[in-house]
């Protein structure tokens, strides 16, 4: 756990270290609870206190989106949100309207659309009321008291005609029956001009709402057009045009391009976007200068990488590239300087091409790495001579010691039913089976060692890390993540590292346990073999996990041991006086070397063991039903480690 301080409330609070992002649980609550408050004041109407709550949000948030919400409801005097529909004027253009709709989620922003949509679409409304109106109130045509020129009639009188004048039902009789005789006459001829002008009037009627009705179908038209075209292709792409630009103006964008890029060939997005794509490349690009000029290289590669072709980031990769190789070859002279040779040997191998790295790096590695120089496999044995030539007797149904052409080779190795060997330059040949692309290795190269299990073929290359090709069933190839390595071992199902401080990393098939290496330390030799995995130690002592079904992990009273090797069921040790000791199973008299002496290499293989004399002959005991054994002849076969 670390301590961090709150950049918006500058409280404390604890997080995983492990954590990118933290929450700060003091301010997050205080936000809530404010928030809280602020809404029950605006829909108790108390708009103040609402406005200072919602701006204490904001001093804690400057991106909360529901306190500019909030200042919007205050600005227009709205105590509910779905109020905002029903708003006189339009708040599109209002300043807490945009922040809102800038910093809120999706939901936010799809209500706040709705309520522009809605005001769009109530104005449209009142508009086409309002002009019907305006059309249909067409003037009366007959005052509601006719005036008479000369007229003395009494106020009664009139009072009394007016209201049988406004009497809808009253006859033309009942109306002129209240005037007095010498007004009846002139009355009459009132009427008939009134019946007259009244039936002028309804042609006129007709006319109006003709044309009012055509009005109300051509506003209702527009009304459809606003909310089903106008709103969403052209008002809401609009406001999304302006967040981008936004976005764009606040150096967001990675986001303004998401927008645009929704945008499709709306105004002048597609520019929008490759302005954007090249801001984000110039700031990365001054990121990686700036990196390189700090020294952090390998950090500014990659970003260098990713820009690609943009000005001159390749030049710049070499540069770093160049000032990497510098920096590993002037520290492994150091190692070298303080007798460090492991140390030194991986850093050469990482210094590339950089002066002599590759020769030195050879030479090292030529003088740490376990190279055999005999090897036992299945059931087929496999030998290298000084002249860096290849033999090999036993089984061959797959051509598995088809090396008769092999010329150039610095170590072999003998799988179940391949061979490999590997040449001085650092590239690696096979034969032999390949149904699971165990001898895929022809695109190897700077590898300094190599081992070959029942059908997977491992690689230790110069700069410490490890290649794999073949059968991945149970995981035996999974070692792309392996660094520091100075030597490597090939089971059955399973492959071991052994790391420069002396720990070892194992993947694979953990049947019995044969992977469980992690507590080892001070080991300086590993060997896998089909069931069980040894180590031996810098004290000369031997540890062993895996299958002990057959004894062959009964390794724990050995001593002044200097190497190792593990069979299918059986395990091998050379002692220092040069002598071997063997455990296991020995039903094929694989473990008979008590008698074996002078030998300076051993190799166990699935039935057969093969020791390696100081005179270059060759020992071995053991099944021989496929000739794995007819080593008689063999000399000058190479001492490991030796010109």
Known sequence: ?????????????????????????????????ILTRAFSFLENGDFENANACFNKVLDLNPEKAEAYLGKLMVELQVRKKEDLKNQQETFAELDNYKKAYEYGDDNLKKELETCIGHFVSEKMNKINNNSIKRMSNVQDTSANVNTFKGSEITQEKTYEYAEVKNNHTASYEDKLEVLPEEYKEEFGESHTDHVNMAKKDKKKKIKILAISGSFVAVATAIAILLTTVIIPSVIIPNNKYNEAVGLMEAGKYVEAISVFTALGEHKDSADKINECNYK??????????????????????SVFTALGEYKDSADRIKECNYKINEYNYNNAVEFLNKGNKTEATILFGRAGNYKDAEEKSFALWDEIAVRETLSAGYRHTVGLKKDGTVVAVGYNYDGQYDVSEWEDIVTISAGNFHTVGLKKDGTVVAVGSNNYGQCDVSEWEDVDAISAGDYHTVGLKKDGTVVAVGDNDEGQCDVEDWEDIVAISAGEEHTVGLKKDGTVVAVGFNGAGRCDVSEW??????????????????????????????????????????????????????????????????????CDVSEWEDIVAISAGTWHTVGLKKDGTVVVVGRNDDGQCDVDGWTNIKIPNSK
């Open 280 to 301: 984000i490349n110039e700031y990365n690009y001054n990121n990686a200068v700036e990196l390189m000029e700090a020294g952090k290289y390998a950090e500014a590669i």
């Open 521 to 590: 330390e001070d080991i300086v030799a590993i060997s896998a073999g089909a069931l069980q995995t040894v180590g031996l130690k810098k004290d000369g002592t031997v540890v062993a996990v895996g299958s002990n079904a057959d004894g062959q992990c009964d390794v724990s009273e050995w001593e002044d041991i200097v190497a190792i090797s593990a069979g299918n069921e059986h395990t091998v040790g050379l002692k220092s006086d040069g002598s071997v000791v063997a455990v296991g199973w020995n039903f094929t008299d694989q």
């Open 1 to 33: 756990m670390a301590v961090f301080k709150c950049k918006m409330c500058g409280a404390y609070f604890e997080a995983d270290d492990d954590n990118r992002v933290a929450v700060c649980e003091y301010c997050y609550a205080n936000i809530a609870s």
